[in-house]
Protein backbone atom coordinates (compact mmCIF):
# COMPACT_ATOMS: atom_id res chain seq x y z
CA UNK A 1 0.00 0.00 0.00
CA UNK A 2 1.18 3.33 0.07
CA UNK A 3 1.44 3.89 3.12
CA UNK A 4 1.46 2.18 6.96
CA UNK A 5 -1.89 1.08 7.70
CA UNK A 6 -2.90 0.07 11.20
CA UNK A 7 -6.37 -1.95 12.07
CA UNK A 8 -8.98 -1.19 13.89
CA UNK A 9 -8.33 2.55 14.15
CA UNK A 10 -10.56 2.79 17.34
CA UNK A 11 -10.84 -0.29 20.43
CA UNK A 12 -13.13 -0.23 22.84
CA UNK A 13 -12.62 -3.68 25.35
CA UNK A 14 -13.41 -4.71 28.46
CA UNK A 15 -10.68 -5.10 31.20
CA UNK A 16 -9.43 -8.28 31.77
CA UNK A 17 -9.97 -9.05 28.07
CA UNK A 18 -7.04 -9.94 25.51
CA UNK A 19 -6.68 -7.56 22.12
CA UNK A 20 -5.13 -7.79 18.94
CA UNK A 21 -3.60 -5.00 16.98
CA UNK A 22 -2.41 -5.21 13.34
CA UNK A 23 0.03 -3.08 11.15
CA UNK A 24 0.70 -3.55 7.13
CA UNK A 25 3.90 -2.05 6.88
CA UNK A 26 5.25 -0.11 3.58
CA UNK A 27 5.94 -2.42 0.72
CA UNK A 28 9.42 -3.00 0.89
CA UNK A 29 10.39 -1.86 4.57
CA UNK A 30 12.67 -4.01 6.72
CA UNK A 31 12.21 -2.11 10.31
CA UNK A 32 8.79 -2.38 12.03
CA UNK A 33 8.53 -0.17 15.13
CA UNK A 34 5.46 0.04 17.71
CA UNK A 35 5.15 2.61 19.87
CA UNK A 36 2.51 4.06 22.31
CA UNK A 37 1.44 7.25 23.25
CA UNK A 38 -0.40 7.78 26.60
CA UNK A 39 -2.71 10.80 26.92
CA UNK A 40 -0.15 14.37 26.90
CA UNK A 41 2.60 11.95 27.08
CA UNK A 42 5.56 11.11 24.40
CA UNK A 43 6.11 7.90 22.36
CA UNK A 44 6.91 5.55 24.22
CA UNK A 45 9.03 2.88 22.77
CA UNK A 46 7.22 -1.13 22.67
CA UNK A 47 8.80 -3.72 20.27
CA UNK A 48 11.51 -3.03 16.84
CA UNK A 49 11.93 -6.10 14.35
CA UNK A 50 14.98 -5.60 11.81
CA UNK A 51 14.59 -8.35 8.51
CA UNK A 52 14.85 -11.91 9.70
CA UNK A 53 16.89 -10.43 13.23
CA UNK A 54 15.84 -11.27 16.71
CA UNK A 55 13.26 -8.07 17.57
CA UNK A 56 14.50 -5.89 20.19
CA UNK A 57 11.98 -5.80 22.79
CA UNK A 58 13.36 -3.84 25.49
CA UNK A 59 10.93 -1.46 25.45
CA UNK A 60 7.34 -4.12 26.08
CA UNK A 61 5.86 -2.90 29.62
CA UNK A 62 5.26 -6.44 30.70
CA UNK A 63 4.53 -10.03 29.94
CA UNK A 64 1.17 -9.29 28.91
CA UNK A 65 2.48 -7.72 25.44
CA UNK A 66 3.97 -9.59 22.92
CA UNK A 67 4.12 -8.64 19.19
CA UNK A 68 4.88 -11.01 16.36
CA UNK A 69 5.64 -10.07 12.40
CA UNK A 70 5.29 -12.68 10.08
CA UNK A 71 6.95 -13.33 6.73
CA UNK A 72 8.67 -9.88 7.43
CA UNK A 73 5.62 -8.29 6.69
CA UNK A 74 2.57 -7.74 8.64
CA UNK A 75 2.62 -7.48 12.70
CA UNK A 76 -0.13 -8.02 15.59
CA UNK A 77 0.63 -6.60 18.79
CA UNK A 78 -1.65 -8.44 21.15
CA UNK A 79 -2.45 -7.48 24.70
CA UNK A 80 -3.25 -10.13 27.44
CA UNK A 81 -5.59 -9.40 29.86
CA UNK A 82 -5.91 -5.73 29.56
CA UNK A 83 -5.80 -3.26 32.04
CA UNK A 84 -7.31 0.70 32.38
CA UNK A 85 -3.69 1.65 32.54
CA UNK A 86 -3.51 0.22 28.86
CA UNK A 87 -5.32 2.79 27.33
CA UNK A 88 -3.61 4.38 24.54
CA UNK A 89 -2.61 5.10 21.13
CA UNK A 90 -0.72 2.51 19.70
CA UNK A 91 1.40 3.64 16.94
CA UNK A 92 3.60 1.42 13.96
CA UNK A 93 5.85 2.89 11.46
CA UNK A 94 7.91 1.41 9.61
CA UNK A 95 11.37 2.07 7.40
CA UNK A 96 13.91 0.99 4.74
CA UNK A 97 17.20 -1.15 6.11
CA UNK A 98 19.50 2.15 4.75
CA UNK A 99 17.35 4.73 5.50
CA UNK A 100 16.39 4.99 8.85
CA UNK A 101 13.21 7.56 8.10
CA UNK A 102 10.53 6.03 10.21
CA UNK A 103 6.51 5.94 8.49
CA UNK A 104 3.91 6.08 10.71
CA UNK A 105 0.23 4.75 10.05
CA UNK A 106 -2.51 6.87 11.91
CA UNK A 107 -2.70 4.34 14.87
CA UNK A 108 -5.41 2.08 17.18
CA UNK A 109 -7.02 3.88 19.56
CA UNK A 110 -7.08 1.30 22.48
CA UNK A 111 -9.66 2.36 25.65
CA UNK A 112 -10.14 -0.33 28.28
CA UNK A 113 -12.96 -0.31 30.36
CA UNK B 1 21.97 2.72 24.34
CA UNK B 2 21.01 6.32 22.55
CA UNK B 3 18.77 8.81 24.27
CA UNK B 4 17.29 12.16 23.26
CA UNK B 5 16.14 14.58 25.78
CA UNK B 6 13.64 17.80 24.77
CA UNK B 7 14.04 20.40 27.44
CA UNK B 8 10.76 21.53 27.51
CA UNK B 9 7.99 20.27 27.54
CA UNK B 10 5.28 22.96 26.81
CA UNK B 11 6.44 26.71 24.68
CA UNK B 12 4.18 29.19 24.28
CA UNK B 13 4.75 31.76 21.51
CA UNK B 14 2.95 34.91 19.89
CA UNK B 15 2.42 34.69 16.17
CA UNK B 16 5.09 35.74 14.31
CA UNK B 17 7.62 35.42 17.03
CA UNK B 18 10.95 33.16 16.43
CA UNK B 19 11.07 29.82 17.74
CA UNK B 20 13.39 27.39 19.20
CA UNK B 21 12.49 23.72 20.77
CA UNK B 22 15.43 22.16 21.89
CA UNK B 23 16.60 18.70 21.76
CA UNK B 24 19.50 17.18 23.23
CA UNK B 25 20.71 13.36 22.82
CA UNK B 26 23.06 10.55 23.90
CA UNK B 27 24.87 7.91 22.17
CA UNK B 28 27.84 6.46 21.53
CA UNK B 29 27.94 5.98 18.05
CA UNK B 30 27.27 8.33 15.21
CA UNK B 31 23.50 9.20 14.54
CA UNK B 32 20.72 9.92 12.51
CA UNK B 33 18.55 12.57 13.99
CA UNK B 34 15.24 13.51 13.04
CA UNK B 35 12.00 15.86 13.75
CA UNK B 36 9.16 14.73 13.74
CA UNK B 37 5.37 16.48 13.71
CA UNK B 38 2.13 15.64 14.90
CA UNK B 39 -0.83 18.18 14.58
CA UNK B 40 -3.38 18.22 16.39
CA UNK B 41 -5.94 15.00 15.72
CA UNK B 42 -3.20 13.56 13.24
CA UNK B 43 -0.42 11.43 13.23
CA UNK B 44 3.24 11.91 13.03
CA UNK B 45 4.67 13.04 9.97
CA UNK B 46 8.41 13.60 9.35
CA UNK B 47 9.42 17.52 9.27
CA UNK B 48 13.22 17.17 8.82
CA UNK B 49 16.07 14.62 9.21
CA UNK B 50 19.83 14.88 9.65
CA UNK B 51 21.72 11.60 7.98
CA UNK B 52 25.08 13.16 6.34
CA UNK B 53 26.46 16.41 4.63
CA UNK B 54 25.56 20.10 6.08
CA UNK B 55 25.05 20.22 9.34
CA UNK B 56 22.21 22.62 9.15
CA UNK B 57 18.67 20.95 7.70
CA UNK B 58 15.53 23.12 6.79
CA UNK B 59 11.84 22.00 5.61
CA UNK B 60 9.27 23.09 3.72
CA UNK B 61 7.61 25.21 6.09
CA UNK B 62 10.48 27.30 6.79
CA UNK B 63 11.24 24.89 9.69
CA UNK B 64 15.38 24.34 10.48
CA UNK B 65 17.88 22.34 12.70
CA UNK B 66 21.60 22.58 13.21
CA UNK B 67 23.44 19.54 14.00
CA UNK B 68 26.00 19.87 16.53
CA UNK B 69 27.96 17.33 17.45
CA UNK B 70 30.67 18.71 20.16
CA UNK B 71 27.38 19.97 21.95
CA UNK B 72 25.30 16.40 20.95
CA UNK B 73 22.06 18.98 19.82
CA UNK B 74 19.58 18.92 17.31
CA UNK B 75 17.59 22.15 18.07
CA UNK B 76 14.78 23.16 16.06
CA UNK B 77 14.16 27.00 15.08
CA UNK B 78 11.95 29.08 12.78
CA UNK B 79 11.94 32.81 13.02
CA UNK B 80 8.64 33.80 12.08
CA UNK B 81 5.73 31.01 13.49
CA UNK B 82 2.60 30.98 12.27
CA UNK B 83 -1.08 29.67 14.15
CA UNK B 84 -0.72 26.52 12.13
CA UNK B 85 2.60 25.95 13.28
CA UNK B 86 0.44 24.99 16.81
CA UNK B 87 1.40 21.20 17.15
CA UNK B 88 3.30 18.72 19.25
CA UNK B 89 6.93 18.12 17.84
CA UNK B 90 9.50 15.43 18.70
CA UNK B 91 12.77 15.14 18.50
CA UNK B 92 14.14 11.19 17.46
CA UNK B 93 17.91 9.70 17.23
CA UNK B 94 18.95 6.26 15.18
CA UNK B 95 22.21 4.97 15.48
CA UNK B 96 24.17 4.03 12.93
CA UNK B 97 24.88 0.42 11.97
CA UNK B 98 24.88 -2.60 10.25
CA UNK B 99 21.29 -1.76 8.62
CA UNK B 100 18.73 0.40 10.40
CA UNK B 101 18.67 0.49 14.08
CA UNK B 102 16.16 1.09 16.58
CA UNK B 103 14.71 4.72 16.79
CA UNK B 104 14.06 6.56 19.86
CA UNK B 105 11.90 9.77 20.90
CA UNK B 106 12.42 12.39 23.18
CA UNK B 107 9.23 13.00 25.09
CA UNK B 108 7.76 16.08 23.13
CA UNK B 109 7.60 19.83 22.89
CA UNK B 110 4.23 21.04 22.74
CA UNK B 111 4.38 24.31 20.43
CA UNK B 112 1.62 27.15 20.78
CA UNK B 113 1.09 30.20 18.63
CA UNK B 114 -1.04 32.58 20.41
CA UNK B 115 -2.51 35.68 18.16
Known amino acids: GAGVSQSPSNKVTEKGKDVELRCDPI?????LYWYRQSLGQGLEFLIY????????KSGLPSDRFSAERTGGSVSTLTIQRTQQEDSAVYLC???????????FGQGTRLTVV | AQSVTQLDSQVPVFEEAPVELRCNYS??????LFWYVQYPNQGLQLLLK????STLVESINGFEAEFNKSQTSFHLRKPSVHISDTAEYFC????WGQGAQKLVFGQGTRLTINP
Open chain 2, 92 to 95: AVSE
Open chain 2, 27 to 32: SSVSVY
Open chain 2, 50 to 53: YLSG
Open chain 1, 27 to 31: SGHTA
Open chain 1, 49 to 56: FQGNSAPD
Open chain 1, 93 to 103: ASSLERNTEAF
